[in-house]
């Protein structure tokens, strides 16, 4: 069993910049992989970022590429999501989500543990 703790969200202006932080508690979190995925009002769920097991594998949603980063520090259970150049389009609840595996996930289906969300609002 893995838990899941969504941090760093907020109200920010458009082209700020936030860091997601998704800590993980329970097993070897560095057997996870992890992605981060986001859901605005009246819309589905969306891929935005994962990262592979031992972080050298990532992939990115095209509207997120080059302004979003994800990392992680396996020695502190912690993935992080570097948002830069934010824009309104951006707001959403975002969510960070884990599955045992060694390459990169993307669809939301494939993982098994997911955060409670954080919510990210950026203003026009």
């Known amino acids: 069993q893995v838990q899941l703790v969504e941090s760093g969200g907020g109200l920010v202006q458009a082209g700020d910049s936030l860091r997601l932080s998704c800590a993980a508690s329970?097993?070897?979190?560095?057997?996870?992989?992890v992605g981060w995925f986001r859901q605005s009002p009246g819309k589905e769920r969306e891929f935005v970022a994962a990262i592979n097991w031992i972080g050298g594998g990532t992939h990115y949603h095209d509207s997120v590429k080059g302004r979003f980063t994800i990392s992680r520090d396996n020695a502190k259970n912690t993935v992080y999501l570097q948002m830069n150049s934010l824009k309104p389009e951006d707001t959403a609840v975002y969510y960070c989500?884990?599955?045992?595996?060694?390459?990169?996930?993307?669809?939301?289906?494939?993982?098994?543990?997911w955060g409670q969300g954080t919510q990210v609002t950026v203003s026009s």
């Open positions: 329970g097993r070897t979190f560095s057997s996870y992989a």
């Open positions: 989500a884990a599955t045992m595996a060694v390459a990169v996930v993307i669809n939301s289906y494939e993982y098994d543990y």
